[in-house]
């Protein structure tokens, strides 16, 4: 079955450290796609990224960088030089069949 | 471009009392149309999607309903709402097809009591 861990529940930095949120998944399906959302205090969910299970290039956009290893079955998301407005639950998602499957997120805390 | 409205944004309704969400999607055609709910603690929890117009495919069994009266327009209904009921609700829609990302709207926050 499918499934997605985000073991880390709760990650805490100082502004300016660079952190990293880790997403393992699990599937049978060869062809999948990843994705990442970010769900700032508001609530909205905010669509990130998304990744074919094709393309193992590491994605770079600003501060935010993601790296995909089939090996490891990860998808591991990390920003760089972190500020305040990073502070959110993260979501890393699978899909399956028009759906998708979420991780249970991380809550990011950047500190001043 | 697209744009996904949610209403209301807070509502607080009492045991047994009947619930309508509404969520309409502007911008796009044919549409695939999903609801979630978010309970304390953050998991996302798949309720009802639908790929067209009268296509409602639930997920989980409960005292929630879902139809599509329209092509964007999605409606989260309970004849008799529970204490457990409580939770956030969030809209989304994607492209249609397996792997497009989902795009969500701002949610409804719903309290039971």
Known sequence: AQKVTQAQTEISVVEKEDVTLDCVYETRDTTYYL???????????????????FDEQNEISGRYSWNFQKSTSSFNFTITASQVVDSAVYFCALTQGGKLIFGQGTELSVKP | SQTIHQWPATLVQPVGSPLSLECTVEGTSNPNLYWYRQAAGRGLQLLFYSVGIGQISS????????????????????????????????????KGGQYNEQFFGPGTRLTVL
Not at chain 1, 35 to 44: A, I, L, T, V
């Open chain 1, 35 to 53: 994705f990442w959302y970010k769900q700032p205090p508001s609530g909205e969910l905010v669509f990130l990224i998304r990744r074919n299970s």
């Open chain 2, 59 to 94: 997920e989980v069994p409960q005292n929630l309903s879902a139809s599509r009266p329209q092509d964007r327009q999605f409606i989260l209904s309970s004849k008799k709402l529970l204490l457990s009921d409580s939770g956030f609700y969030l809209c989304a829609w994607s």
